[in-house]
């Protein structure tokens, strides 16, 4: 029998789409778990907030451009574009240096001396980025599998969308989440 | 990737590394049985010791404390969990649902890899210095990473990086089978077509993905406090006459982190279990299965409440009163989704034409071992009550009849029902009912004395029970009673595992739908089905999955592919 016909075609963009969708939530939640663990060690006696490295706003920009980067080349592929690779490669590069802005900030809390032990905002810092850089390090695999299609290059946007709302999410919190703030949600005020 | 069009030649494409469904769920079902018989033996040196304490110098308290958290993690996760997503799923999924694979081979393919690595990390803690972690299978810091706890250097670590390697596994898998559930369906295949399996693989798969995530951030948040030194959980402790580096940490945000995993984690379980059971129980009993709407309708009510359920595990720990009686309230709530199942149950038996064929009586056996071990759990769910028996072996009595045995037993019953599918032969009938009745027997003979244990109020997680006054020399005697049948029960497994392996190679040859069963997996033009399952035309889908028996027709079923105006045969 010759009849092996459809199964050997790449899965539907809808169902990618769908797959995609269904990742993030998760990804979401794991982020928001973490969140809310953060929130609850908060508001034991013995936490200081930790003073965020202005290194962050680099990466935060970095993020921003590579997720910028990447919609375009997915728009410009789609359509048959020039600027499609040097729109993807800008992407690629912003990554990077998302990632090395990530790792700059380590190292400088580190200098200081302000290891993941010192206090639990330390601890819950390195956890935090160290997770989500995975997810960006997963993400950037993704896209070199995934070549200059335009409708996968479409998929890798939305996920770099959804890890850059993500970061977004956990640097709000950092920066601005107090004890205070958590009382006054649960009503302990 | 998937870039031939024709079915893999090699033997290392075909069998190794294949990116078949069908393949990939008989490699997580090996697996999970292996592994699931190290949960067994380990099981068989607890009841060694608590039977006939004292006579066998080789469990010392350490090791029972080693194997009561590797039988409880084993069986929950790396058996029971695995076996009915990433076996079960694997392999119903696409054929029942009319597809040709999962729709990402690949992704399913490296699901099964990962998951085989955190089984193979898992045992490694058995042979690292100090052995495997003895914490209790909640591993609950503090004392899990502590030292004076076994396996508090290296096994813990083991420990924790084997889960969450599993959770990647499970979660590569579980965003294929919900997707392949969403998009792959044959054409016809409404969601309220959908045989009650799939439902329950379905529902079961989203929990999972979602729940999985709270162990995941349990899990790394253990291993920072024990490897990086910080105090997410660690309260300042004094170890052996040292005050550790910690301070400040809160033991109680694991158990909330853990327990947000762990109450879906039951009915990751469950649904899985029911979904199965349903269709044994409608094909085996030529019924229709009754209500199936609502049936459905209270695979995604549990699925729902499941989650709210959590903190009723809190209890103990002593929360806000008022939470309490939420917690309460939804807990009995739960309870009714899963009794309207049980019903259903059994009005679909009654004035059945049963047929007690080995996969009916392990259906039949879970329908018992659930309902009688779920009445039990009325009791733990109500807060008065909750106090004095928590933590007694009423306890362990009641999870595992509902959460350990029963699930074991639909597992069982499918394996014997798809067997002939999977393999072409059938399962040697004489044997399987022996392993029926030992196990079933078996099963009764351990757990229900437990439940008068603990009303004695008999101790769960304890060594050695000598020196209590207050425990009578008759709990001694059905201590050794219970011992004697655990050890039954498992040489019974011996007969299961004979009959897979003969059978496979020696058994009578089935015919493609020797149940006479309306699912589609029934309905392949090869069997075993070959690669692409259907040859060269999918199946189109013309009603529900329960149509047994119907009036005016020849044959007492009608398959789900059959065209409306098919000729009556
Ligand atoms: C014949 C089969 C089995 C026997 C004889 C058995 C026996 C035991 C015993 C003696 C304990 C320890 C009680 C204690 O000291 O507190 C235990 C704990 C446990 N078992 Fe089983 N078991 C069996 C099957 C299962 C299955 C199928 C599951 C799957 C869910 C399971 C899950 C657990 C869990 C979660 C614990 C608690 C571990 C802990 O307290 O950390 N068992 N079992
Ligand atoms: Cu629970």
């Known amino acids: 029998m010759e009849a092996s016909i459809d199964l050997a075609r790449p899965a539907r963009p809808a169902t990618a789409r769908v797959a995609v969708w269904l990742l993030l939530g998760v990804v979401f939640v794991l982020f928001v778990l973490c969140l809310l663990a953060y929130a609850m060690r908060m508001r034991l006696g013995d936490w200081r907030a930790l003073p965020l490295p202005w290194q962050l706003n680099v990466s935060t920009a970095m993020l921003i451009l590579s997720s910028a980067s990447l919609q375009w080349a997915s728009v410009a592929a789609r359509r048959g574009g020039r600027c499609a690779r040097g729109a993807l490669f800008a992407a690629f590069v912003f990554a990077a240096a998302f990632l090395a802005a990530q790792a700059w900030a380590w190292q400088a809390l580190v200098a200081q001396g302000r290891l993941a032990s010192a206090n639990p905002s330390n601890g819950f810092f390195f956890l935090l980025t160290g997770l989500h850089a995975l997810h960006v390090l997963g993400g950037i695999v993704a896209l070199l599998l995934a070549g200059r299609r335009g409708e996968r290059l479409g998929l890798c946007a939305l996920y770099w969308h959804g890890l850059l709302a993500v970061w977004l999410l956990l640097y709000a919190t950092m920066a601005w989440l107090t004890p205070a703030i958590v009382d006054f949600i649960c009503g302990v005020a | 990737m998937h870039d031939s069009h024709d079915a893999p030649h090699g033997f290392w494409t075909r069998y190794v590394f294949s990116q078949d469904h069908k393949v990939i769920a008989i490699q997580y079902t090996v697996t999970a049985l292996a592994v699931g018989l190290v949960g067994l033996v380990l099981s068989n040196l607890m009841r060694l010791q608590l039977g006939f304490p004292g006579h066998f110098d080789f469990i010392d308290a350490n090791r029972y404390y080693q194997s009561l958290t590797q039988h409880g993690m084993i069986m929950v996760v790396y058996l029971l969990t695995a076996i009915l997503l990433g076996g079960f799923g694997n392999y119903l999924i696409p054929l029942m649902i009319g597809a040709r694979d999962m729709v990402f081979p690949f992704l399913n393919m490296l699901s099964y890899w990962v998951y085989l690595v955190a089984v193979l990390v898992l045992l490694a803690s058995f042979v690292v210095p100090g052995g495997p972690t003895g914490a209790g299978w909640t591993l609950y810091p503090p004392q899990s990473i502590l030292p004076g706890t076994p396996g508090a250097d290296w096994g813990i670590i083991l ?411």
Not at chain 2, 286 to 297: A, P, Q
Not at chain 2, 332 to 344: C, D, R
Not at chain 2, 356 to 371: D, E
């Open chain 2, 159 to 569: 420990m924790l990086v084997s889960l969450l390697i599993f959770i990647v596994a499970a979660t590569m898998g579980g965003l294929n089978y919900v997707t392949t559930v969403l998009q792959a369906r044959a054409e016809g295949m409404t969601l309220f077509r959908l045989p009650l399996t799939v439902w329950g693989i379905f529902m079961a798969t989203i929990l999972a993905l979602f729940a999985f995530p709270a162990l995941f951030v349990s899990g790394v948040m253990l291993l920072f406090d024990k490897v990086l030194g910080t105090s997410f959980f660690m309260p300042a402790i004094v170890s052996m006459g040292q005050p550790l580096a910690y301070e400040g940490g809160s033991p109680l945000l694991f158990q909330h982190l853990f327990w947000f995993f762990g109450h879906p984690e039951v009915y990751i379980v469950a649904l899985p279990a029911f979904g199965i059971v349903s269709d044994l129980i409608s094909t085996h009993a030529r019924k229709n299965i009754f209500g199936y709407r609502m049936m459905v309708w209270a695979i995604v009510a549990i699925g729902v409440l499941s989650v709210v359920v959590w903190a009723h595990h809190m209890f103990v720990s002593g929360m806000n009163p008022a939470f309490g009686f939420f917690f309460a309230v939804t807990t009995l709530i739960i309870a009714v989704p899963t009794a309207i199942k049980v019903y259903n149950w059994l009005l679909t038996l009654w004035r059945g034409d049963i047929h007690l064929t080995v996969p009916m009586l392990f259906a039949l056996g879970f329908i018992s071992m659930f309902a009688i071990g779920g009445l039990t759990g009325l009791f733990l769910g109500n807060v008065s009550v909750d106090i004095p028996l928590s933590d007694t072996y009423f306890v362990v009595a009641h999870f595992h009849m509902v959460m350990g045995v029963a699930p074991i037993l639909v597992i069982f019953g499918g394996i014997y029902h798809w067997f002939p599918k999977v393999s072409g032969r059938m399962m040697n009938d004489t044997l399987g009912r022996w392993h029926f009745w030992l196990t079933f027997v078996g099963a009764y003979a351990i757990f229900f004395p437990m439940h008068y244990l603990g009303f004695l109020g008999m101790p769960r997680r304890y060594y050695a029970y000598e020196n209590y006054a207050f425990i009578p020399e008759s709990a001694h005697t059905l201590n050794a009673f219970i011992t004697v049948a655990a050890l039954v029960v498992a040489a019974a497994q011996l007969l299961f595992l004979f009959n897979l392996a003969w059978s496979a190679r020696r058994g009578r040859l089935a015919s493609a739908n020797p149940w006479g069963a309306t699912t589609l997996e029934w309905q392949t033009p090869d069997t075993p089905p070959g690669h692409g399952n259907w040859g060269a035309q999918v199946p189109v889908v013309h009603r529900w999955a329960y149509e047994f028996s119907p009036p005016g027709q020849a044959r007492d079923f009608v398959p789900q592919n059959a065209p409306p105006d098919a000729p009556v045969e």
